[in-house]
T-cell receptor
Framework: GIQVEQSPPDLILQEGANSTLRCNFS?????LQWFHQNPWGQLINLFY???GTKQNGRLSATTVATERYSLLYISSSQTTDSGVYFC???????????FGQGTELSVKP | DAGVIQSPRHEVTEMGQEVTLRCKPI?????LFWYRQTMMRGLELLIY????????DSGMPEDRFSAKMPNASFSTLKIQPSEPRDSAVYFC???????FGSGTRLTVV
């Protein structure tokens, strides 16, 4: 089956720093999503991005489908950005998602 | 819209007991998914429905697990009998577009 790998597994930042999270996938996909799981366990959809670049405030994402990777950029990080960031790919028409193992981000004040 | 609604939020039960998790998808969504999150295995798909019909249940771990979707606005995931290794957070999601519920944290003691 398709493999989804995220890097780095863990990241510690000082508040105000920028970061880039990466997601590699092993096969062509129909879609890709980035999620943030907050400390309360809620999964918040950040981006629905099969290709190209999208921006939402301090966050932006780029997916290069032909090269099978996606990047999530966090600029001017805040303590509220802490949590686990998941990449998930949809590779058939059914809509089921295959998740990566996540990047655990900790932003220190 | 209230989003995907799951109940209960937390469940603690004794080994051997029956557990039923409930999900109300977003109105108008025609696909519903049950995922499980554990430390060891991350987020994995258990089963999904399209137009109330189970499409892929290959992720259901064993016969102790069953899921139903009697109508477009309700689904259940049942574990009978429950075991300590079933302890996890169970998420329900519906689409399109993709939306996750807040999850049910299940602890089997």
């Amino acid at each position: 089956g398709i493999q989804v790998e995220q890097s780095p597994p863990d990241l510690i930042l000082q508040e105000g720093a920028n970061s880039t999270l990466r997601c590699n996938f092993s096969d062509s996909v129909n879609n890709l999503q980035w999620f943030h799981q907050n400390p309360w366990g809620q999964l918040i959809n950040l981006f629905y991005i099969p290709s190209g670049t999208k921006q939402n405030g301090r966050l932006s994402a780029t997916t290069v489908a032909t090269e099978r990777y996606s990047l999530l950029y966090i600029s001017s990080s805040q303590t509220t950005d802490s949590g686990v960031y998941f990449c998930a790919v949809e590779y058939n028409q059914g809509g089921k998602l295959i998740f990566g193992q996540g990047t655990e981000l900790s932003v220190k004040p | 819209d209230a989003g995907v609604i799951q109940s209960p939020r937390h469940e603690v039960t004794e080994m051997g007991q029956e557990v039923t998790l409930r999900c109300k998808p977003i109105s108008g969504h025609n696909s519903l998914f049950w995922y499980r999150q554990t430390m060891m295995r991350g987020l994995e798909l258990l089963i999904y429905f399209n137009n109330n019909v189970p499409i892929d249940d290959s992720g259901m771990p064993e016969d102790r697990f069953s899921a139903k979707m009697p109508n477009a606005s309700f689904s259940t995931l049942k574990i009978q009998p429950s075991e300590p290794r079933d302890s996890a957070v169970y998420f329900c999601a519906s689409r399109p577009p993709p939306a996750f519920g807040s999850g049910t944290r299940l602890t089997v003691v």
